[in-house]
C-alpha cells in the first residue's frame, strides 16, 4: 500500500525520468535490496538532500530482511556448540561492533548502509527476547532506560560517527527496555494507548517518510506546523493502512495479487507515457538534459580532451596516452598557460582559451589527481604530474600556471606544503591555485529542479567550505596566490545557481557548466590582471 501511495506522491512531484528514477527505488525495496541501492546512489544518509529520494527508509527492512536469511543459519551453527551457544551468539556481535567502530569514520556509508556493520544491532534484540532470565527490577530498568534514550537524543552531537561506538548508547536502552518487558505486566509500555500505537508502529514508519520526501520533493519548508501536520499525516496514514488495508491483504493472497498488479499496471502506464509531463514545468524537465551533459558534444569540448589525450583518466591511467605534443605545445610569439590539475581544472579549460586568447594555453590534466609532486597515487596521477614538474617546466618557457583541482578530497595533511615547495621552485609569481568550488551531494541538476534558488546554499557540503577555508588559511602563510571563488557566485546576500537562460551552474555534484566556467574564468583573470 505505501508503495503505491508514494509512487503516485513522486509521480505528482518529479519529471518523467524523476518518476523512472523512483520507480527503480521501489524495485529495490520490494526486493530488500534497498540498502545497497541507495549506497550506491545516493550522496549518502545524513546529506543534506537525502530527503529527495521518496523510500530512503526502506533501506534498514532490506537489512532487516537479509538478516533473516542468515540468522537460521546462525542458529544451526550456534547448536553445534551447545554449551557454548551464547558465546559464539556474542562473539558474532563483537564482532560486527567491531567492524562497525572500524570503518565508522573512513566508510561512512557503506558502515551506515550494509549488514555486516549493523547485524550487532539486531542480533543484540534477538539475544535478549530470547533470554530466560527474568528482570526483578523490570519497571525502574525501564524508567532509567527511557531516560538514557531522552538524554541521548538530546545532548549526544551529530558529528558523531553513526553507526559507531557512540551507537552502543541506545540499542543497549532499547535492549534493556525489550528484556524489562519480558513476562512483565506492570511495565509503562503495557499501556493500553502505547500496545495500540506499538500495533500499527511498523506501518506508521511506512509511511512517515514518504511524507517527509513529499515536502522536500515540494520545497514545503519544515517549519513547527508543517512538521505537526506531517507527524499527524504519517500517525493517521501508518494506522489506516494497517487497521483496514494490512489486515485484509494479510489474510488474502487475492487482494495482494490483485494490489500488486494494480501497482505494475499503473506505474508502468505513467512512466512510459511521461504522464506527469503534462503538469511539470517545461523549465524543469529542461533541467533533465544536463544529467548527460559529460559526456555530449558541449561538454566533451569544455574539458578539451583532444580524443582524450590531454585530460587522462581512469580509463587512459597512463602517461603514454598523454599527447605531449598536442597538449604542451609551447608558443614563441605569446605568453604561455599551463592549465594543470584534475577534472577540475580540465573543466575550465576551453574558457580560459577563450577569455585568455592573446596567450598560448596548454592543458595536462588527470581526473581524481591532487597535482603535487611524488610517488603517492594512482599512475597517471605520478607519471604526468612528476613528468610535468620534474621535466616539462624545467626545460619549457612557461609564464603563468592555473592550478586547480577538488582540494577536498585531498586526505594528504601536508598538501599544503606540498604545494609551498613545489610552487616555490617554479616561482610564486607565476602560479595561481584557483579554490575549491561548492560541491553538493547529489547531482546539481536534481537539486535545481526540487530546490527554489534562494534555499540551494543551504545544500552546499560541509566539507567543501571547510576545504576552501583550509586552503586559504594554509597558502596565505606561504604568501602563494590562491584565488577564493567559493562564492563567486553571491552577491549582497544573494547567491544564483541558474542564469537567465537556465542554465545551472552545475552538471554533477562539483562540476561547472560551460557558461559558468566562462564567468569564473572572467573572473580569475581579472583578480590576477593578466
Known amino acids: 500500500m505505501m508503495v503505491i501511495f508514494t509512487f503516485l506522491l513522486a509521480l505528482y512531484s518529479e519529471t518523467p525520468n524523476g518518476a523512472k528514477e523512483e520507480f527503480k527505488q521501489t524495485l529495490s525495496a520490494l526486493t530488500f535490496t534497498s540498502n545497497i541501492y541507495y549506497l550506491l546512489h545516493s550522496g549518502g544518509y545524513f546529506s543534506a538532500t537525502s530527503d529527495f529520494n521518496w523510500l530512503l527508509h526502506t533501506w534498514s527492512l532490506s537489512v532487516e530482511w537479509q538478516f533473516y536469511l542468515i540468522f537460521p543459519l546462525i542458529l544451526v551453527i550456534g547448536n553445534l556448540f551447545k554449551h557454548y551457544k551464547s558465546h559464539f551468539y556474542l ?31 539486531l542480533m543484540i534484540g534477538a539475544y535478549v527476547s530470547a533470554s530466560r532470565l527474568k528482570n526483578p527490577y523490570a519497571k525502574q530498568t525501564e524508567i532509567v532506560a527511557v531516560l538514557v534514550l531522552v538524554a541521548f537524543f538530546l545532548f549526544v552531537k551529530e558529528s558523531a560517527p553513526w553507526p559507531g561506538g557512540m551507537t552502543l548508547i541506545p540499542v ?56 505537526t501536520i506531517g507527524i499527524i499525516l504519517s500517525f ?50 529542461a533541467l533533465e538534459k544536463f544529467k548527460t551533459y559529460a559526456a555530449s558534444p558541449e561538454g566533451i569540448r569544455q574539458f578539451g580532451n583532444h580524443n582524450r589525450t590531454c ?34 581544472a580540465a573543466e575550465l579549460y576551453q574558457s580560459v582559451n577563450e577569455v585568455f586568447s592573446d596567450y598560448n594555453v596548454m592543458q595536462a590534466a588527470a581526473s581524481g589527481c591532487m597535482p603535487v609532486n611524488g610517488k603517492t597515487g594512482e599512475k597517471r596521477c605520478t607519471d604526468l604530474f612528476n613528468y610535468i614538474y620534474n621535466d616539462f617546466l624545467v626545460n619549457n618557457k612557461v609564464d603563468y600556471i592555473l592550478l586547480s583541482a577538488n582540494w577536498m578530497v585531498n586526505k594528504d595533511r601536508d598538501l599544503g606544503k606540498k604545494l609551498t615547495e613545489v610552487i616555490n621552485k617554479i616561482g610564486k609569481d607565476k602560479v595561481f591555485i584557483i579554490g575549491q568550488t561548492k560541491t553538493f551531494s547529489i547531482d546539481f541538476y536534481k537539486i535545481a529542479q ?81
Not at 200 to 226: C, D, Q, R
Open 172 to 227: 543497549l536502552a532499547t535492549g534493556a527496555i525489550i528484556h524489562a518487558n519480558l513476562s512483565n505486566s506492570e511495565t509503562l509500555f503495557k499501556n493500553s494507548v502505547i500496545q495500540s500505537i506499538g500495533s500499527a508502529s511498523y506501518s506508521i514508519y511506512l509511511f512517515h517518510w514518504p511524507v517527509v520526501s513529499f515536502m522536500a520533493n515540494n520545497s514545503i519548508e519544515f517549519t513547527t506546523l508543517n512538521a
Open 91 to 121: 562473539l558474532i556481535i563483537l564482532c560486527s561492533v567491531l567492524l562497525c567502530i572500524l570503518f565508522g569514520k573512513s566508510h561512512l556509508s557503506a558502515n551506515f548502509y550494509l549488514l555486516p556493520t549493523r547485524m550487532w544491532e
Open 311 to 344: 585530460f587522462l583518466s581512469t580509463k587512459t591511467n597512463d602517461i603514454s596516452f598523454f599527447d605531449k605534443e598536442v597538449c604542451l605545445k609551447t608558443a614563441d610569439d605569446k605568453k604561455n598557460i599551463l592549465v594543470l590539475g584534475d577534472s577540475h
Open 450 to 530: 526540487k530546490t527554489p534558488e534562494s534555499k540551494i546554499e543551504q545544500l552546499v557540503t560541509k566539507e567543501s567550505r571547510a576545504s576552501n577555508r583550509w586552503m586559504s588559511e594554509q597558502l596565505a602563510q606561504s604568501g602563494i596566490n590562491y584565488i577564493d571563488v567559493f562564492d563567486l557566485n553571491c552577491s549582497q546576500g544573494r547567491c544564483d545557481y541558474i542564469d537567465k537562460n537556465n542554465v545551472p551552474m552545475m552538471f554533477d555534484k562539483n562540476h561547472l557548466t560551460k557558461t559558468w566556467a566562462d564567468s569564473y574564468v572572467k573572473h580569475i583573470r581579472a583578480s590576477v590582471g593578466l
Open 236 to 285: 493517521a496514514l501508518g494506522y489506516i493502512s494497517y487497521k483496514y488495508f494490512e489486515r485484509l491483504f494479510s489474510k488474502s493472497y487475492a487482494y495482494l495479487a490483485t494490489a500488486a498488479a494494480a501497482f505494475a499496471a499503473i506505474s508502468f502506464g505513467a512512466t512510459a507515457t511521461e504522464v506527469n509531463k503534462h503538469w511539470v514545468s517545461p523549465g524543469t524537465i
